[in-house]
T-cell receptor, first 115, second 110 residues
Framework: DTGVSQDPRHKITKRGQNVTFRCDPISEHNRLYWYRQTLGQGPEFLTYFQNEAQLEKSRLLSDRFSAERPKGSFSTLEIQRTEQGDSAMYLC?????????????FGSGTRLTVV | LAKTTQPISMDSYEGQEVNITCSHNNIATNDYITWYQQFPSQGPRFIIQGYKTKVTNEVASLFIPADRKSSTLSLPRVSLSDTAVYYCLVGRNTGNQFYFGTGTSLTVIP
């Protein structure tokens, strides 16, 4: 297994455009998380899936953001009508969901720049 | 959710032992303590996890006192490649995700 893969690594888009990111988790992991990280801050939770079900969404996830995980495998995060404030690193992580001892495996992230 | 407090930054010379302490006064009985390391432009990477006393692996040691209200990540003989941000995570937020905080930025000096 090659770990968690994210694509693309970098994305530059004009304000108002839509963007979509993809995450391929570790195949045995049933949980998938999206986090957002800005410079100098720790990762902030956006949303999480248990298999194909989206079980939790942060208040940070405005209605311009949507995430899917069809068939409980890869996931996509779409941002519509991007704004400059959306510029950040978008991190995907997966885990086994083993309660309090659960451990995240993160991908390398997608860095979004909105110009 | 147990809030964690860590120093914002630390500097250390190469070859020294570095200890990063995390305070978590409201830790719950079932909470484990987990540390992650993050290099620039990469996602965080799991380092070590523990519940009480001492845990050691090939990368670091984790010391947890009996009251579990704090924990110390110990990095032996650091090198320049240990320059990174270190996050202490305790328990889960409402739901099932961990809260990262701002972490401790460690700079190793030659």
């Amino acid at each position: 297994d090659t770990g968690v893969s994210q694509d693309p690594r970098h994305k530059i888009t004009k304000r108002g455009q839509n963007v979509t990111f993809r995450c391929d988790p570790i195949s045995e992991h049933n949980r998938l998380y999206w986090y957002r990280q800005t410079l100098g801050q720790g990762p902030e939770f956006l949303t999480y899936f248990q298999n194909e079900a989206q079980l939790e969404k942060s208040r940070l996830l405005s209605d311009r953001f949507s995430a899917e995980r069809p068939k409980g495998s890869f996931s996509t995060l779409e941002i519509q009508r991007t704004e400059q404030g959306d510029s950040a690193m978008y991190l995907c992580a997966s885990s086994l969901g083993s309660g309090q001892t659960d451990r995240y495996t993160f991908g390398s992230g997608t860095r979004l720049t909105v110009v | 959710l147990a809030k964690t407090t860590q120093p914002i930054s630390m500097d250390s010379y190469e070859g020294q032992e570095v200890n990063i302490t995390c305070s978590h006064n409201n830790i719950a009985t079932n909470d484990y303590i987990t540390w992650y390391q993050q290099f620039p432009s990469q996602g965080p990477r799991f380092i070590i996890q523990g519940y009480k006393t001492k845990v050691t692996n090939e990368v670091a040691s984790l010391f947890i006192p009996a009251d579990r209200k704090s924990s110390t990540l110990s990095l032996p003989r650091v090198s320049l490649s240990d320059t990174a941000v270190y996050y202490c995570l305790v328990g889960r937020n409402t739901g099932n995700q961990f809260y990262f905080g701002t972490g401790t930025s460690l700079t190793v000096i030659p």
